[in-house]
């Protein structure tokens, strides 16, 4: 059965620091690995899908990397900014049907 | 429609009374899922459609739950005799496969009295 875990799960920085997020998870047959970002009391926003076969992926000032042997992937967040501040959620698809398995998610402070 | 619409984005109810909360997935989405999220919580898997059928209900609390989706598009979540312990944000994603990502709504928070 995957199991997806995230850490830390609370995290608060200064403006302008990079970050990282980690996200690990048990088996490595996937198809792919979905971040999310989910502010309070609102639905999620994906940032970065990453295929089995990649290695990285990056959208502005977010990286994700995604080493599947070992069953790691990591979101880099350069600069960050106070309006980062939010949930941040890893997924993979597993199961019969696909569904999304959630890691327990990383709730990030930025600090003005 | 360019994203998964959610309806309605806030719902108060009364303990007892029954609702509804539709999802209108991307065009051409075959897969759907709903999800719930109580307050602090996780995601809280409910039910898969894949077209018109529901191959997965695993995830519905109670008989109480139940779910629809007509044409392959828009599906309906219905509670019946609401309960203060459905109170949640209710959560849509749909997908054209697995290989492609998941697509989020925005939510229809639930709040029963």
């Known amino acids: 059965k995957q199991e997806v875990t995230q850490i ?16 690990s998870f048990t088996d490595s047959a996937i198809y792919n690995l979905q971040w999310f970002r989910q502010d309070p009391g609102k639905g999620l926003t994906s940032l970065l899908l990453i295929q089995s076969s990649q290695r990285e992926q990056t959208s502005g000032r977010l990286n994700a990397s995604l080493d599947k042997s070992s069953g790691r992937s990591t979101l880099y967040i350069a600069a960050s900014q106070p309006g980062d501040s939010a949930t941040y959620l890893c997924a993979v698809p597993g199961g019969a049907t696909n569904k999304l398995i959630f890691g327990t998610g990383t709730l990030l402070a930025v600090q003005p | 429609g360019a ?10 109810t009364e303990k007892g009374k029954d609702v509804e909360l539709r999802c209108d997935p991307i065009s051409g989405h075959t897969a759907l899922y709903w999800y719930r999220q109580s307050l602090g919580q996780g995601l809280e898997f409910l039910i898969y459609f894949q077209g018109n059928s529901a191959p997965d209900k695993s995830g519905l609390p109670s008989d109480r739950f139940s779910a629809e989706r007509t044409g392959g598009s828009v599906s309906t979540l219905t509670i019946q005799r609401t309960q203060q312990e459905d109170s949640a944000v209710y959560l849509c994603a749909s997908s054209l496969a697995p290989t492609r990502g998941y697509t989020f709504g925005s939510g229809t928070r639930l709040t029963v009295v």
């Open chain 1, 8 to 23: 830390p799960a609370a995290l608060s920085v200064p403006e302008g620091e990079n970050l990282v997020l980690n996200c």
């Open chain 2, 3 to 12: 994203g998964v619409s959610q309806s309605p984005s806030n719902k108060v």
